[in-house]
């Protein structure tokens, strides 16, 4: 998509057009999948939710409404994705009920999924598949086009267009086999980590209300972590799939670049200056999902629907690349300091996996240019003038998220890149991708020195925070610099802590209140060099066992 003109509408209109979507949304509900008001009367106080600290999942609504039958509940809580695709194919399970019981879930009910759906088991009837996500209900990010739909990406702009097209991914999951029924809520033209917008509103995190979801794919982590959806696909430019992976406490995979296919989704950038290019990918609820939806969706040779992609197939290996692996433990950068939760965590994950005789190598700060790494990615982004185009084209006001994101930017202390102001653009892409090309060469020595396997890292300074407190992603962004592929492996909950924590003036951390984030998922991040995307799932499994024997 490229930078182009919108059409000035008068101030209030876009009011009328959010609430003639919200009700087009309400109306798609089936009047016996409301929750009972008896029901709703017995929950905290609902009115905000955003600013009252509820576990929504503890509380555990779908079974205590009555809405889901006890298969129901059976199919969205004790199977995981491998599991589910094993019922589907052999037949103990009909694609119709599990998309019946995740649509429920998820408080959608679109007619057009459960069509298919039926379609599907009368293929499977005949000894038929369409594929190996044959009757999996898979929920989508509001930037793929399903044709006959919307695609908003938050924007009020883009209420008025109905997609004649499919992205290029929706053509391959449906092709696959899979059952396409819901799409989930981002941040204002995906801007901010904080998945807030006029049309829809804010997506709370199903753990504690008081938290943000993340973003911009906060829609897909909230409604995976609820086990709405047994499989979300969700894009990521600076940490959007591993941010909302992060606050809701799921697994979530940010590919390399153009590995999985990308075309004809609806993005809020200049296509032309396409500096940092974003990744689809994966949210689930286990690790061997992540693993089934990249080979599955790389094994049609995703270029033949997508010009983008990259032509090289999914590699099957046996395993990591040895049995001990040798890790790399990406140090906290001075200019970002971790939370006293994300501290712990890191270091248990570490103690953990040194009782299970792999070796861990303590980088230094200096070699690894996290800092820079994030200016230059900052600077890149901030080229593309389209975000703000769009908003300012309807007449709707920026979203809370989005001044305190601009203002926590200008009061880091950047000082890695020269003065670039006085120059002109093409100058400012050049100075930036020159000094982004020093950082990668330094990475791809920094492999070699160290003989590393992968490296593990903290997800982000902080765990899910506040509503609109969510600052710069330096951990996430810096890998899309680099574009290394990266995982994120939930690892217990964030604890109160005693230990004080204070940033000093130009540093890029949100404020730490460890009341509110008590019991906030605590995750880490396992990342390999660009392309090794294999091996990096590879080792992230082998990390995950480690860490689920822990919590046994």
């Not at 009909?94 to 057009?112: G, N, W």
């Not at 959007?240 to 004809?264: D, E, N, Q, T, V």
């Not at 930017?409 to 000082?415: H, T, Y």
């Not at 950082?439 to 902080?462: G, T």
Request: net charge negative.
């Amino acid at each position: 998509m490229t930078s182009q003109s919108f059409a000035p509408v008068s101030l209030g209109d876009w009011q009328i057009k959010v609430a003639e979507k919200r009700a087009s949304r309400l109306k798609a509900l089936p009047e016996e999948w409301s929750l009972p008001k008896s029901l709703l009367k017995s929950l905290p106080e609902l009115s905000d939710l955003s600013r009252t600290k509820v576990n929504l999942i503890s509380l555990n609504i779908p079974r205590r409404s009555g809405i889901l039958t006890e298969r129901e509940l059976e199919i969205t809580e004790s199977f995981n994705l491998s599991t589910l695709l094993e019922g589907l194919a052999s037949g103990k399970l009909t694609s119709y009920e599990v998309t019946v019981a995740f649509s429920k879930r998820a408080a959608i009910a679109q007619q057009l999924a459960q069509e298919r759906a039926r379609y599907l088991d009368e293929l499977r009837g005949k000894g038929k598949l369409v594929g190996p996500l044959h009757g999996l209900p898979v929920s989508l990010k509001d930037t793929y086009q399903v044709e006959g739909t919307q695609a908003t990406i938050g924007a009020v702009a883009y209420l008025d267009r109905t997609s004649k097209e499919n992205s290029a991914l929706v053509d391959i999951l449906l092709g696959l086999g899979a059952v396409l029924y819901v799409k989930t809520n981002v941040s204002q033209v995906l801007m901010t980590l904080d998945s807030d917008n006029n049309v829809f509103g804010r997506v709370l995190n199903p753990w504690n209300t008081m938290l943000t979801a993340g973003g911009s794919s906060g829609g897909e982590g909230a409604l995976v972590a609820f086990r709405g959806s047994p499989l979300g696909v969700g894009t990521d430019l600076a940490g959007s799939i591993r941010i909302p992976s992060l606050c809701c406490g799921i697994y979530g995979f940010k590919p390399s670049a153009s590995r999985i296919a990308y075309a004809r989704q609806v993005m809020p950038l200049n296509a032309g200056i396409g500096a940092i290019v974003p990744s689809a990918g994966p949210f689930a609820n286990d690790m061997e999902a992540l693993q089934i939806f990249m080979k599955v969706a790389i094994d049609v040779r995703p270029f033949l629907n997508d010009a983008t992609a990259i032509d090289v197939p999914w590699r099957s290996i046996d395993g990591p690349p040895r049995p001990k692996l040798r890790l790399g433990l990406l140090p906290e950068d001075p200019l970002f300091p971790l939370h006293p939760p994300v501290k712990e965590t890191i270091d248990k994950v570490v103690q953990t996996l040194k009782s299970h005789g792999h070796e861990v190598v303590v980088l230094e700060a200096a070699e690894c240019h996290v800092a820079a790494a994030n200016q230059v990615a900052g600077g890149l982004l901030s080229l593309d003038s389209t975000p703000g185009e769009i908003i300012a084209s309807a007449g709707e006001p920026a979203v809370p998220s989005m001044a305190m994101f601009a203002e926590q930017m200008e009061s880091i202390d950047w000082n890695f890149v020269p003065d670039i102001s006085a120059i002109d653009g093409l100058q400012k892409f050049g100075t930036l991708q020159n000094m982004r090309a020093e950082i990668v060469e330094a990475w791809q020595k920094l492999w070699a020195k160290h003989d590393l396997d992968a490296v593990i890292s903290p997800p982000a300074q902080n765990t899910a925070v506040e509503h609109d407190q969510y600052g710069w992603p330096a951990y996430s962004a810096f890998l899309n610099a680099l574009d290394y592929p990266a995982c994120i492996i939930p690892f217990g909950k964030a604890k109160k802590s005693e230990l004080e924590f204070t940033t000093n003036p130009g540093q890029g951390t949100p404020a730490y209140n460890s009341e509110i984030v008590e019991g906030a998922p605590c995750s880490i991040q396992v990342f390999t060099s660009r392309m090794r995307d294999e091996e990096c799932l590879a080792v992230a499994a082998v990390i995950d066992a480690c860490l689920r024997k822990a919590e046994d």
